[in-house]
């Protein structure tokens, strides 16, 4: 945490819009000190229900979470959110928030959570692989560009970079 602490900044950015939850606007502050960070609650992880919390250890053996492993898509956890539910409200976010930022300030920072990382990476990234595919680690950040914002909502973006957040690649 101290080399993130060190660092002045992340990239330069026109705008911060982050997760709600602690460890991202946490994150947001330290790799951009000073600037005014937005948040949004709809930019938080899927909500897992009665297996917030828990690791694969400790729900390894209950058949529903065996069931939502093998389908993730269609089967929800108990009192969570289920995928399509998710995935509908990451895309509000992106319609109503992300993207209407960018076309009126230029370039966004989204400090989010690897469930929508994998979403939106799966949905415009230029390289096609099921959101499940993208590796995102900790540490790590993503840069979509699109050549123009204007009617662009829903394209593929035309260039995806890569790079870490802290000052060493270890972290």
């Known amino acids: 945490m101290r080399e993130m602490q060190e660092k002045e900044s992340f990239l330069p950015s026109d705008v911060v819009l982050s997760s709600d939850r602690k460890r991202c606007l946490e994150t947001a502050e330290i790799l951009f000190p000073g600037q005014?960070?937005?948040?949004?609650?709809?930019?938080?992880?899927?909500?897992?229900?009665?297996?917030?919390n828990q690791t694969y250890k400790e729900l390894c053996h209950d058949r529903h979470y065996r069931e939502w492993i093998d389908d993730p898509f269609g089967t929800c956890p108990p009192g969570g959110e289920h995928f399509h539910e998710f995935e509908k409200r990451l895309l509000s976010v992106w319609e109503e928030e992300i993207w209407p930022l960018a076309e009126q300030n230029g370039h966004v920072t989204v400090v989010t959570h690897g469930?929508?990382?994998?979403?939106y990476l799966s949905m415009f990234a230029p390289e096609?692989?099921?959101?499940?595919?993208?590796?995102?680690?900790h540490g790590r950040g993503y840069t979509l560009v699109w050549k123009e914002n204007k009617g662009r909502l829903n394209a593929l973006c035309t260039l995806l970079q890569e790079a870490p957040s802290t000052v060493k690649p270890s972290g």
Request: hydrophobic share 40%; charged share 20%.
């Open 36 to 52: 005014q960070i937005i948040t949004s609650p709809a930019l938080q992880e899927i909500h897992f229900g009665e297996w917030e």
């Open 115 to 119: 469930g929508p990382v994998r979403l």
């Open 128 to 137: 096609p692989k099921e959101m499940w595919e993208w590796s995102v680690s």
